[in-house]
């Protein structure tokens, strides 16, 4: 059985991301306005069309049938009329009169080349949150503190006694002394707490989305920002933590607000570097709504150089990543970050 997305994509390097990646269906920037009266999908400039013709096309969403459609691979088929078409399509006052055809507005897919499958393999769904220790299946779990944590039990608590049993090893090999009253439960605590630390490593996008998938006629920019982030340093084994912001252009698809913020949350709760958790976030958004483009921002502070090493409190890293219209279109990006920037 194939490994599940979100396992997939934790375990890709930035490079295995941006190589799974397929833009090559987006409007470049050269072809691309942001005006307002524009569609920010639109790519009848491509077609030969005048500007004008493109404003009027953009209210309408129509396009006369001369134009070719592009498929997820970046190739164009072009319509059997011909570039001639479109004198025939027009009369003399430059009135459509050929029979439109709905226009499709180019989305951010995912390269299916057995990196990450367009469709998973059916795996067992995950219990429905939230669950205590009278959910049936979860009479004899002790790990409830958090009601948002999707496990499949027995897994987590089974890590319980060896986790602990590691804690108390440390704890000798510092030189303490596990049997003395303060420390006498410290081990389970620290088993518990690592594991509520890495949580994310038993949630999945699908479950975590519950199909907050809505179909809306909306193109214009939508920003979560200042998304609260906590994380572990994968090299040290300390937290860092931050906020991250992300914008999203649909597709005549949203993502409920919250699922953002749960998206976070995935691939922040396990060990991790800040690069590549921006773009875990961004490839995840544009698996869930197959967006013109996604934008994420996140700034953190690292505890691994403010409290050992270089000891720089006051330093912050932040990491960008960019997809689609957001790469492509500077006054797209600059919007973004604008919004992003601004109290």
């Known amino acids: 059985m194939s490994m599940n997305f979100t396992r997939q994509l934790s375990e890709m390097s930035a490079s295995e991301l941006n190589d799974a990646i397929d833009d090559t269906n ?40 001369v134009v070719g459609t592009t498929t997820a691979s970046g190739n164009v088929n072009s319509a059997s009329a011909g570039v001639g078409a479109v004198g025939n399509a027009l009369s ?11 226009f499709t507005r180019p989305k951010l897919m995912l390269k299916t080349n057995g990196i990450i499958p367009e469709h998973e393999a059916e795996t067992p769904m ?40 590691s804690y108390r090893l440390l704890l000798s090999g510092l030189g303490e002394n596990p049997e003395r009253q303060g420390l006498l439960k410290t081990p389970e605590r620290a088993a518990k707490a690592m594991l509520f630390f890495t949580k994310g490593y038993d949630q999945n996008l699908e479950d975590v989305l519950n199909g907050a998938v809505f179909d809306e006629d909306h193109d214009e920019m939508v920003v979560v920002k200042d998304i609260e982030m906590f994380s572990m340093c994968e090299h040290h084994m300390v937290p860092f933590y ?33 690069e590549r958790l921006t773009k875990q976030i961004a490839v995840a958004v544009t698996h869930a709504v197959q967006p013109a483009g996604v934008a994420v921002v996140i700034e953190g502070v690292h505890m ?28 797209t990006r600059e919007e973004f970050l604008n919004l992003v920037t601004s109290k």
Do not use: W
């Not at 500007?51 to 096309?57: E, G, Y």
């Not at 003399?92 to 709905?102: F, L, R």
């Not at 976070?264 to 800040?274: G, M, N």
């Open 26 to 65: 987006f409007p470049q920037a050269h072809i691309l306005s942001r005006g307002r009266n524009n569609s920010v999908c639109s790519t009848s400039s491509a077609s030969g069309i005048t500007p004008l013709m493109d404003r009027t096309l953009s209210q309408t969403d129509e396009v006369p049938n």
């Open 92 to 102: 003399n006052d430059g009135v459509i009169t050929s029979p439109p055809v709905a």
């Open 304 to 331: 691994c150089m403010v409290m050992r090493g270089v000891q720089k409190i006051n330093s912050k890293t932040v990491t960008s990543t960019m997809l689609g219209v957001f790469r492509d279109d500077p006054k």
């Open 242 to 274: 931050g906020k991250v912001s992300i914008g999203y252009l649909p597709c005549n698809k949203i993502l409920g607000l919250s699922k953002l913020a749960r998206i976070v949350e995935i691939f922040s709760r396990r060990l991790q570097v800040q």
């Open 126 to 165: 995950t219990p429905k949150t939230p669950r205590t220790s009278t959910t049936p299946g979860h009479e004899h779990c002790t790990f409830h503190h958090d009601l948002e944590l999707d496990h499949k039990p027995p897994t987590r608590e089974a890590l319980l006694p060896e986790l602990s049993r």
